[in-house]
T-cell receptor
């Protein structure tokens, strides 16, 4: 089974802080994704990466950046956290960019105060 | 842009009844349609998927149907059990594209 691990289940940060969310996968998949999950809005794609050092913007990239220095690790960075970034963040990976199963991490619930 | 609409947002059924969740999509190039189940406090996990060359697929108590002409697909759960209570997400994904689009989710309650 693919294992996708996010470094924190819960985080509380202050407005203006720089926040790092880490994700590690153990199945050698090229493709990794960061989603944001909000009630009534489903899963919205923030950024994805199809290879080391490669990244592409998703639907809602504003206020976020990402880093993929190693194949197994994909980091989401909030440059200056704001209260409207309070949300559940889900990392995922899969073998192909589309048309195959996505394996999700357990999620990080971030609260910005 | 591409969009996936999912209905209803909340569904409450009695144990043993059937539950149906419907999704429509806008991108006619979509050809892969997965369904994910997210139990409370857990990660979304794939429960069933269907590709556009197939009209229906079954796996025990769950089934998915696809109508490519109308651009809609549905999840059917029969003989519901309390452990079916969860949020269900549909999604649509195009070949050659890079983005799977998710629906907003349906919260299913199965009352014992």
């Amino acid at each position: 089974d693919v294992k996708v691990t996010q470094s924190s289940r819960y985080l509380v940060k202050r407005t203006g802080e720089k926040v790092f969310l880490e994700c590690v996968q153990d199945m050698d998949h090229e493709n990794m994704f960061w989603y944001r999950q909000d009630p009534g809005l489903g899963l919205r794609l923030i950024y994805f990466s199809y290879d080391v050092k490669m990244k592409e913007k998703g639907d809602i990239p504003e206020g976020y950046s990402v880093s993929r220095e190693k194949k197994e690790r994909f980091s989401l960075i909030l440059e200056s956290a704001s209260t409207n970034q309070t949300s559940m963040y889900l990392c995922a990976c899969c073998r192909n960019l589309v048309d195959t199963e996505a394996f999700f991490g357990q999620g990080t619930r971030l609260t910005v105060v | 842009g591409e969009n996936v609409e999912q209905h209803p947002s909340t569904l409450s059924v009695q144990e043993g009844d059937s539950a149906v969740i419907k999704c429509t999509y806008s991108d006619s190039a979509s050809n892969y349609f997965p369904w994910y189940k997210q139990e409370l406090g857990k990660r979304p996990q794939l429960i069933i998927d269907i590709r556009s060359n197939v009209g229906e697929k079954k796996d025990q108590r769950i089934a998915v149907t696809l109508n490519k002409t109308a651009k809609h697909f549905s999840l059917h759960i029969t003989e519901t059990q309390p452990e079916d209570s969860a949020v269900y997400f549909c999604a649509a994904s195009p070949t050659g594209g890079f983005k799977t689009i998710f629906g907003a989710g349906t919260r299913l309650f199965v009352k014992a």
